[in-house]
Structure formats: C-alpha cells, structure tokens
C-alpha cells in the first residue's frame, strides 16, 4: 500500500519525465509538488527502497517499470473519475480536477473497472488527455500545437495543455471547446497572436498564451 503523497510524488515524476523525456532532479520534483528540496529528497530515498524509482543523489530520477504501471493506474482513476463527474454529475471541465485529485487514490481494482465499464469505456478525459488501458497502455494521438501552425491551416481541437480553471474559463467564454475545427486565418507580427475562424465561420483574436495551450489534430 502507497500513502496518498508516495502516489502524488509517483505521479509528479511521471508527468515531468513526459515533459523533460529525460530523468527528473529534485528541484523540478519540489517545485512540482510545492514543497522544500530536502523533503523530496527523504521521500526519493523510501521510494527507492520500494523499487519504484531509480535514483542517485544528484543525478536524476526516474520510474522503474513498476512505478511507470503504478504512475498510469493513478492517471487513469484520475481521468475516468473527470469523466464521471463532468458527463453524469453535471461538473464543468474547468471543476473536476481538484476533485478527481481527490478520488484517484481510492484502491479498488473493482470500482475502476466498473465505473471504466459504466462510462463506456472512454479513450479521452474532459480535457482531451488520453485514458490508459487497464493494463497499463496509453494511446497519445499525432497533435500539433495551435500556435504552430501555418496560415490557412485548420485542425480539430483535440486536447489542451492548460488545465487551470482561469484558462478553461476563459475557452467557454469565447466559446472555443473540443472537437470544434479551427482555420488560421491571419497572425499578428507585433505579438504573435492569431485570428482564428471557427468551423461556424465566426472568426476570434486569440493571443500567443492561448495558441500554445491549444492541441489540434490536423
């Protein structure tokens, strides 16, 4: 049995290797977590004794293959559960992460498949992120950042990076969502920011910050 913060930790240092592709340092690991170096440093230690990770002072961490499955059963509870609460409890996209922060440390293998099995068995959460299989496997599709994409160029939004509640937010409040297709129309020298046109034909203005936290699949 993993305490909750031995499962926060696992999946901190599976997420930042994602983003780095390379071994996490403590200090990413901390900032992370918001907490202090030396503390990260103590729960390193008692997970390496776990053979969870692979660690030597000063040069890195990383997931053995029984961290990696352990790392995607808790994103899987985490994203099956922001399904459930967005599809049959009425939450909003921008609501359920706090909440399914919560729920994806519940252990029963049971409940996960049941309510895997309840939903349909979804490939993709609320915020387009892929579920991993029961057995560990996770599917990441071809996507390509909104912000790089050439002029006259369209795609479907199919996920986004940023999942704090000001940004989603403000995606409903000028009503952009997924799966809607988007063209770039013009993009404006001085700031990089993009005029966009929807697939209803209406057209947006939306800055650098909002095109690089945007995916599409072209």
Request: glycine letters at 6%.
């Amino acid at each position: 049995m993993l305490s909750y913060t031995e499962e926060n930790y696992i999946k901190t240092i599976y997420k930042l290797a994602q983003i780095g592709n390379q071994e996490v340092n403590t200090n990413a690991i901390a900032e992370g977590l918001q907490t202090k170096a030396a503390s990260v440093s103590d729960m390193l230690r008692k997970l390496s004794g776990k053979n969870i990770i692979y660690y030597v002072k000063y040069k890195g961490v990383s997931l053995t293959p029984e961290g990696q499955q352990i790392a995607l059963q808790i994103i899987r509870k985490h994203r099956l559960w922001e399904v459930f609460l967005v599809e049959k409890l009425k939450f909003n996209w921008d609501e359920v992460h706090e909440v399914a922060e919560e729920l994806e440390h519940i252990t029963s293998p049971l409940l996960v498949q049941r309510l895997d099995e309840f939903l349909g068995f979804p490939k993709i959460d609320p915020h387009g992120d892929p579920i991993p299989t029961a057995e560990g496997i996770i599917d990441y599709p071809d996507q390509v950042v909104v912000a790089n994409l050439g002029l006259n160029t369209s795609g479907v939004v199919s996920s986004v990076k940023d999942t704090q509640p000001l940004f989603l937010q403000h995606l409903d409040n000028i009503g952009l969502c997924l799966g809607m297709k988007i063209t770039i129309v013009n993009q404006i020298a001085y700031d990089k920011s993009l005029e966009i046109k929807l697939d209803d034909h209406k057209t947006l203005l939306i800055s650098h910050e909002v095109a690089r936290n945007i995916l599409v699949i072209v």
